[in-house]
Antibody, heavy 115, light 106 residues
């Protein structure tokens, strides 16, 4: 069965960077994009960007351009999302999701930014 | 970017009743529209894609309709496990965008 398993919760100070991983299994990793979506507490879903699982090509939402980097390791079928210059407003649960239609989601990773 | 607007923000219904949720796009997204369900403390789950196709394992009481800029999610005969927040998402244009959500409550 398709599974996306994300790394554990992180606590970071303002100005730092965080890197969240998303381990994919149960399907051919290179056949699908991986998308990243975040959700602040009590708020809605916010799409951050996508990465082609085969080529590694990426596309980022304008809001995150310059601060986010999405990469992958095809040998370990793992996708990564790194967000830099963290501020308190980046405190949220970060999700990975498969494909444009987001047919499978990771369990989420809580990132807390606090001094 | 395409703005997705959902209404109402909150929908109060009784078990067994029908719920109708709306989603409007600021410009046409063709049929590239998905609906996701999210329960408290859980990741979202895909319900509908292509505006009207149920995802694997989704019960027939969930149905989607619409194209272009106007879309509807209908839940026929609400069950207790259906009380949740529902998000529409367009995937026709970059950046992908979500609506603000509709909370379906008892």
């Amino acid at each position: 069965q398709v599974q996306l398993v994300q790394s554990g919760a992180e606590v970071k100070k303002p100005g730092a960077s965080v890197k969240v991983s998303c381990k994919a299994s149960g399907y051919t990793f290179t056949n699908y994009d991986v998308n990243w979506v975040r959700q602040a507490t009590g708020r809605g879903l916010e799409w951050m960007g996508w990465m082609n699982g085969n080529s590694g090509d990426t596309g980022y939402a304008p809001k995150f351009q310059g601060r986010v980097t999405m990469t992958r390791n095809t040998s370990t079928t793992t996708a990564y999302m790194e967000l830099s210059s963290l501020r308190s407003e980046d405190t949220a649960v970060y999700y990975c999701a498969r494909g444009r239609i987001h047919d499978y989601w990771g369990q989420g990773t809580l990132v807390t930014v606090s001094s | 970017e395409i703005v997705m607007t959902q209404s109402p923000a909150t929908l109060s219904v009784s078990p067994g009743e029908r719920a109708t949720l709306s989603c409007r796009a600021s410009q046409s997204v063709s049929s590239k529209l998905a609906w996701h369900q999210q329960k408290p403390g859980q990741a979202p789950r895909l319900l509908i894609y292509g505006a009207s196709t149920r995802a694997t394992g989704i019960p027939a009481r969930f149905s989607g309709s619409g194209s272009g800029t106007e879309f509807t999610l209908t839940i026929a005969g609400l069950q207790s496990e259906d009380f949740a927040v529902y998000y529409c998402q367009q995937y026709n244009n970059w950046p992908l965008t979500f609506g603000g959500g509709t909370k379906v409550e008892i």
